[in-house]
């Protein structure tokens, strides 16, 4: 991929370097006030209160908390969307940062404050230069972190795309591990399905003494765990991705008494429809048959949560030129592997063709949902370009509408 051949005066990271500071403070007042899933009012209030200030019409209560704000520019037909999503994870920040979370056991442990100061660091930059014509929709949305109803799919079952209809949309995910301010992506799938399933196994309890007496819920549990071990590596075929994990496993609270119940918490991940329904009937089975064998009975809740994240070749084209216009080459990865998490921007992509982008937070950066994590500050300034330089790349007419 070569760099785009786009006039001089479009963003890059120099245009917005003026308002760099500006939007740290915006990112740190969101880090200090994280709000969980359908709860993110006082951060929904001063996204909206920020784009309104801009110039922007405003429609908020979109699936919960969520909102959009929307420029138009010029009489140009073309239509772009550019998400972020608020909410924080219920994990207690362990950083000693001076803008640490105020809210006991809730922080924002994924970045998603980082998402929305990049997303309004590109709103008022495109406010103050209108380089575009066209009609730019900026949507805000909740509750990423739920796993399943979600603030993607309740938006989305709200209209939006009806009520603000977009050629493409576009969202941005740090990514610990890489290099900060590289882009990575990929066309088709590129995040995978994510299922949550909840075993409650149930036995007959008693003193443990007398175990002949009782049926061990913790040894029916224990052989479940071990044999999910087996249902990817045979039952999935080698040039296929898939992983199922165990979470959780609780039982009990003597060391000599045998409990009545145990519970297990199981993840799934697959790429495709076909691996994703094998896992599921395997899993199934699996558990019902082993819980059988010790005499044990089993509650099975299998929650379908989001679904393969499949970004489309002419988005990532698109995505491509921002990104090498921004970064250089040097610092853009097109044909990143994918990824075994899970988003549910996947189901704006569902809707809308668009494609979710990569954004590396730093290779020392501590992991996604751990107590540690932080956002990179540096990234700020380059999301914000980014999303800037698209906007304005597509609406002045490069390439075609799909």
């Known amino acids: 991929m070569t760099p785009p051949d786009c006039p001089s005066v479009l963003s890059d990271l120099g245009a917005l370097q003026p308002i760099a500071q500006d939007l740290v403070a915006i990112r740190h007042e969101l880090h200090r006030y994280p709000e969980l899933a359908f709860a993110e009012h006082r951060t929904s209030d001063l996204v909206a209160k920020k784009l309104e200030e801009w110039g922007y019409s405003v429609t908020r209560g979109i699936g919960g908390t969520g909102l959009v704000g929307t420029l138009k520019v010029g009489e140009g037909s073309r239509t772009i969307g550019l998400r972020a999503d608020m909410d924080a994870l219920p994990i207690e ?17 994924c970045g998603h404050d980082g998402h929305t100061a990049m997303l309004l660091g590109a709103a008022r930059h495109l406010s103050q230069t209108r380089n575009f014509s066209g009609t730019l929709h900026l949507i805000f949305q909740p509750a990423e972190e739920k796993g399943f109803d979600s603030g993607a799919k309740a938006m989305v079952l709200d209209g939006l795309f009806e009520r603000f209809p977009c050629d493409y ?41 007398r175990p002949h007496l009782t049926v061990d ?12 071990q087996t249902v990817v590596a045979r039952n999935i075929d080698p040039g296929d991705s898939a992983v199922v994990t165990v979470g959780r496993l609780r ?24 691996v994703r329904a ?14 059988e064998a010790f005499g044990a009975q089993v509650e099975i809740d299998y929650v379908e949560g989001y ?41 704006m992509l569902q809707a809308c063709p668009g494609a979710l982008i ?22 700020l300034v380059v999301g914000a370009a980014f999303f800037s330089r698209l906007t304005e790349h597509y609406l002045n007419g490069r390439p075609s509408a799909p």
């Open 251 to 274: 039982a009990g609270d003597a060391v000599n008494v045998i409990p009545q119940h145990a519970d297990i918490g199981i993840s799934v991940r697959s790429f495709s429809t076909a």
């Open 217 to 228: 819920p913790v040894v029916a549990a224990a052989a479940i765990v071990m044999g999910l």
């Open 307 to 347: 679904p393969v994240l499949r970004n489309s070749q002419a988005a990532c084209e698109l995505a491509g030129h921002a990104a090498l216009a921004v970064v250089g080459a040097e610092n853009a990865v097109p044909d990143f592997s994918p990824i075994m998490g899970s988003e549910d921007f996947a189901y």
């Open 278 to 291: 094998c896992l599921k009937e395997r899993i199934v089975k699996m558990v019902h048959a082993t819980a």
């Open 169 to 209: 949309v576009f969202a941005l995910h740090n990514h610990p591990g890489a290099a900060q301010g590289t882009f990575l992506w990929r066309a088709g799938a590129f995040m995978a399905a994510g299922d949550r399933v909840f075993v409650k196994v149930h036995g007959v309890g008693g003193h443990a003494a």
């Open 93 to 109: 920040e362990k950083t000693d940062l001076a803008y640490a979370s105020c809210h006991a056991g809730v922080m924002h442990a």
């Open 358 to 379: 990569r954004l590396g937070n730093g290779t020392g950066s501590a992991g996604l949902h751990t107590p540690t994590y932080d956002f990179n500050d540096s990234n």
